[in-house]
């Protein structure tokens, strides 16, 4: 959209003018998540495996990873950034996969837009239901994907997994109304 596309340039600018932007006071993301992981993502196998995630969250499992037991564990972004860095959040960081959760509150049934970027490759359930995949391999932008949902009241799971291939891993995922704003009556956080 013309607004957003508006708003990135000015941060650009202002970035290159030495500013420090507050990129989650302008652009309002989910910053805090659950993550597990890595799980293989051996010759991009990890797309089409379906991990232990995928059939249902317990976050107290242990569930067998790359290299052991893996559990979930918090992870917050840095108080400037919006993107969830899966390569500081893991070891190792190449052909790997992980997974986030976050759960959407909300007193009675909202029309949102989840817009998400993923880097490399991402699915994404909302209350147990894949509702995209995107498997084309692509660097993290702002509201990539933008994708209408309908929350049910009371509280939804949001799972996102991630597969990695080289470089660089993570993603950004917002919940808005339709103008990008934050919804009114809707609290996102990592307590179920």
């Not at 991990?51 to 918090?74: F, H, I, M, R």
């Not at 986030?100 to 147990?128: F, P």
Request: overall charge negative.
């Amino acid at each position: 959209n013309a607004a957003l596309q508006d708003s990135l340039w000015d941060v650009a600018r202002r970035e290159l003018e030495g500013e420090m932007v507050d990129m989650p006071a302008l652009f309002p993301a989910q910053r805090d998540w659950l993550l597990i992981g890595p799980f293989a993502n051996k010759e991009k196998r990890g797309m089409a495996t379906a991990y232990s995630p995928e059939q249902g969250v317990n976050l107290t499992a242990q569930l067998d990873g790359l290299n052991g037991k893996v559990a979930w564990t918090e992870y917050h972004c840095p108080s400037h950034s919006v993107i969830v860095n899966l390569a500081k959040a893991f070891s190792p960081t190449e052909e790997v996969c992980a997974y986030g959760v976050c759960y959407a509150k909300t007193d009675k049934a909202a029309k949102v837009q989840i817009r998400v970027s993923g880097n490399d490759v991402w699915k994404l359930w909302v209350g147990g239901k894949l509702v995209h995949e995107s498997p084309d391999e692509g660097r993290i932008l702002l509201d990539r994907e933008v994708l209408p949902v309908t929350l049910p009241a009371g509280t939804t799971p949001i799972l996102i997994k991630v597969c990695n291939n080289k470089r660089d891993w993570g993603f950004v995922l917002r919940v808005t109304d339709r103008a990008g704003k934050p919804v009114q009556g809707l609290e996102m956080g990592i307590e179920p």
